[in-house]
């Protein structure tokens, strides 16, 4: 017989104002197995943990039921408290009253009911439960950045220089993401590319990160300390170690029309490329869509060209398996496209840009070397429209949101930008900006902002644009003003719209491969959104940049460094504690069904063929389901799925819940 | 037929194909046919029989026969292979000792549809372009076959095999048609309380002889939760006689995603509880939920709700808060 110890936190007034703690105490005492019951302030106190442990060696308990905060809080802080007196820490069972009961509750009495319930159920569950000793799982020493942009750079370079090995996995030809493709960055205006590129070149050298550009990851096998990876490594059709870099075969290469990614499809590009001219790795891909040699078996210009002999046509997308201690998912964002929003005519007018594609039309390497020309004719632009928002801020009521709900974050710090920027170069350019709020909080942000508006003379009008329409070479653009509650007629030359941010693409199909949470907007879920706003729920999973939430550069590279704080940490460590919670087989019950191996996402059941004794004294070879503990993360699918019951959980068997349930439904 | 079946099955026997036979042995009475194994030709000759009473599915006596040194034949109807292949995918027959021929079936008599008709003292049983001649101590009787088919031949959803190493008379196409699920949608279009009391009245008439357990290819486990002392429901007395109807809800939800709708368990019920309706609701829900499922269409495929995939969104489109309660 268990002798059991129930524990009531008042946890301030948290739970004591809505649940009659001594209630609790004095019902857990007429529960049969409870020898010993208390309420007390703060049970997760020096004082709280002590009470707990004196009672143990007092009353020789062996199970400790303890009604407070959710588990999740402070189930670790009991467990280690009922260890330290020679308790197994499972032994413990935390009874939720306070996110589950007080919380949710005004009246006092039926708080109270639910709480005396809750801890009914888990004295019930404690009474069966047995005392369980985890495992060691050796950490393999390498972490897995997915994505290059500053986000992945920096979380790579902050692991390498802490003396772990760091593989990037990155999708493009080159590292250096959204950032390289930026003019200048708030809200110092220095160039972005003259700080991003030596963030590159640190990537690129450092001896203890290896790139895996134009890369992809196919598979992700295993679980914290040991993830198994599988990268498909793209055929570029170019040699990485023998290429050079020269460029010649960029400039023998006929096939011209490929449009240009880096410029945002502003101008072409060779079918050979590489990126720009500071790409990490500077090393060609041939593009198997405009390669003429590819499609119509005829040319191999730079075959001919490259003296390093480094262009092999015949190269095929190569698979490689390797094995992390962590991952880092830093796959960063994308802008929507804007095309659907219909009214300000993004695909009628050339002259009716994105902020992104405006980035590069101001960039000294982009398709207009730096001087601002419109694209349809070529001329300067004397009037430009700046609209924020678009795709941003939506809300759903009244039909479907054709955007995202929440604030992109970084558009009006970047429309602000552009505007000083252009002020600068073409001071009589006229210059008008619709938004909902203008949203500034950052160290100099408004400041910046306050400038754009009273030194630049940049007119910033509170207020929608509802059309525009290209006519005569203008693009007219209607609009409202909010605060002087006028229509505006204005006739510009270019519209900017600061298009929403969105997670790329890429994110969802990694998050389900990571078995990672994500919210609606596919952007990845923290594992605690104050508290461990870095971590995924899945451990060894860890988020940098943009993939987790709209971010500027410094949060991303704060973040990044964070990221891999915790990653470092994580592979500092030779051995990890498993979980004791997997899952067993009851190899007398189990029929060889499979249902069991098909349903696990860690791969942790396999079958053997057993010689099972019957009561008749033959012998039967049955097939069996065998658990493998180390891989096991103990989510339960197996136990639930298995038709005969021979699948149970250490910790949460069934018996320990149906035992919950019964005494919940008493 | 008969005869088709029974010379094919000596010359296996005789030939050294195969060791045993799974096939269908006469009882006393013309519809009291047991299943049964063959292995002495004679005894084969003597005593198989196939006409329209023979509605058992065979399949599920694999898992012990085929367990057994040597090779053993069944004849399969085209409903029995579906059973046979969800068998095979889970493990519980070994294939490499089955030697399956897939027989022909238009659709097999109830006897309690005859009784029904008061039609008794029935002697003999043969079909004549889709009616039934039907022998009886009180003369020769004639009734159209589809009125005195079994349910789910009624219903049948498929006269294909999805299985056979040989094929005797033959094969039929899926049933695309076909109304399995009217009731169902009966069912789901009365109120809470109506269904309730539908079921109630139809499951408070079970005695728990667990013929339906016994008889379903889904229910094989190695040890029943309902024979385990330590599942805590053996003999467990019932606080109210739902508890008792729980038994069926239990058994639903255990052969939900792997039964293939055979019908079995409506057919051995000595209560005629239609049993089948209760499968069919699981089957009808997959289908509506996962895009659609036939369990044992092949040897392998999981059920959707057995199966991890990262290749399509794991959740369903459509949840619903059960009853209007």
Known sequence: ?666 | MQNELKWRGLELLKNGTIDRILGWRAGQFVYDITPDVFTDPEDLEKNFVYNEFCGANLSKYLIAESAKEGKVAVFLKPCDTYSFNQLCTEHRIHRENVYVIGIECYGKVSVDALRQRGIDGITGIRSEMGSLKIDTIYGEESVPAMEVYAERCRNCKSKKHVVFDELIGADGEVVDDCDRFDMVEKLEQMSAQERFEFWRGELSRCIRCNACRNVCPACSCEKCVFDNPKSGVLNKAAADSFEENMFHIIRAYHVAGRCTDCGECSRVCPEHIPLHLLNRKFIKDYNELYGDFVAGESVGQMSPVADFTTDRDAEPSVVQKGGDQ
């Open chain 1, 1 to 666: 017989m268990q002798k059991i110890g129930v524990f009531v936190c008042w946890c301030g007034s948290n739970i004591a104002a809505t649940v009659d703690v001594k209630a609790v105490a004095e019902a857990a005492r007429k529960v049969p197995g409870v020898v010993f019951s208390a309420d007390y302030q703060y049970m997760c106190s020096e004082a709280g943990q002590g009470l707990i442990k004196d009672a143990i060696k007092e009353h020789g308990l062996t199970g400790v039921v303890v009604c407070s905060c959710s588990p999740r809080m402070h189930e670790a802080t009991f467990r280690k408290a009922v260890q330290a007196v020679g308790l197994n820490p499972y032994m413990l069972e935390v009874a939720n009253i306070r996110e589950q009961c007080s919380w949710v509750h005004k009246d006092m009495a039926t708080a109270t009911e639910k709480a005396i319930a809750l801890m009914q159920a888990a004295v019930a569950k404690v009474t069966l439960n047995t005392p369980l000793t985890a495992g060691m799982t050796p950490v393999t020493k390498r972490a897995l950045v997915i994505g290059g942009g500053i986000a992945g750079m920096q979380t790579a370079l902050d692991i390498a220089d802490a003396g772990y090995e760091v593989d990037i996995v990155e999708a493009k030809p080159t590292i250096g993401g959204k950032m390289a493709q930026l003019d200048k960055t708030f809200p110092t205006l220095d160039c972005s590319s003259c700080i991003v590129t030596p963030k590159m070149v640190e990537v690129g050298q450092h001896e203890k990160i290896h790139i895996y550009s134009y890369s992809e990851v196919t598979q992700i096998k295993g679980f914290v300390g040991n993830f198994n990876v599988t990268i498909k490594r793209k055929a570029r059709y170019v040699d990485e170690a023998k290429c050079t870099g020269c460029g010649a075969c960029t400039e023998k290469c006929p096939s011209r029309k490929a449009p240009n990614e880096f410029n945002m499809g502003l101008n072409n590009r060779t079918a050979v490329y590489i990126p720009f001219a500071q790409a990490v790795p500077k090393v060609a891909t041939i593009d198997p869509e405009y390669c003429i040699k590819l499609t119509k078996g005829k040319c191999g210009a730079c075959a001919k060209i490259c003296e390093a002999g480094a262009i092999n046509y015949e190269a095929k997308d190569e698979y490689i398996e390797v094995e992390y201690g962590a991952i880092v998912a830093a796959t960063g964002f994308e802008m929507i496209d804007v095309s659907p929003y219909d009214e300000y005519a993004y695909t009628q007018s050339p002259d009716v840009v994105t902020s992104l594609e405006y980035e590069r039309l101001m960039n000294a390497a982009g398709p207009t070397g730096g001087h601002l020309l419109r694209p349809s004719d070529g001329k300067e632009p004397k009037t430009i429209v700046f609209v924020q928002c678009v795709g941003s801020r939506e809300s759903c009521s009244g039909g479907e949101m054709r955007g995202k709900p929440y604030c992109s974050k970084v558009c009006c710090m970047y429309t602000a930008k552009h505007a000083m920027l252009t002020k600068d170069h073409y001071p009589d350019t006229d210059i008008y900006v619709f938004y909902i709020d203008v949203r500034t909080p950052g160290k100099n942000f408004d400041e910046f902002y306050r400038r754009a508006v009273e030194q630049y003379g940049v007119h910033y009008i509170k207020g929608a644009v509802g059309k525009v329409t290209p006519e005569g070479g203008k693009l007219k653009v209607q609009a409202s003003d909010l605060i002087l509650n006028e229509q505006l007629h204005i006739d510009a030359d270019m519209v900017v719209l600061a298009g929403a941010i969105e997670p790329n693409k890429s994110a969802r199909p990694l998050a389900t491969m990571l078995t990672a949470s994500m919210d609606t907007n596919d952007f990845f879920t923290e594992a605690h959104p104050k508290l461990r706003p870095v971590e995924s729920p899945t451990a060894g999973v860890f988020l940098s940049g943009m993939c987790q939430g709209p971010k500027d550069i410094p949060e991303t590279v704060a973040q990044a460094g964070a990221a891999a704080s915790k990653v470092i940490g994580l592979l500092a460590k030779d051995h990890l504690v498993g979980n004791p919670c997997v899952a067993h087989s009851d190899e007398w019950m189990c029929n060889g069904c499979s249902q069991c191996e098909t349903v696990c996402p860690y791969g942790a059941i396999t079958y053997e063929e057993k010689e099972f004794r019957m009561p008749d004294r033959t012998t039967k070879v049955r097939r069996v389901a065998q658990v493998n503990p180390a891989v096991c993360q103990g989510c339960g699918a197996c136990t639930v799925t298995c038709p005969s019951g021979a699948m149970d959980l250490n910790g949460f068997s069934n018996a320990e819940i149906m035992a919950e349930v019964d005494a919940l439904c008493r």
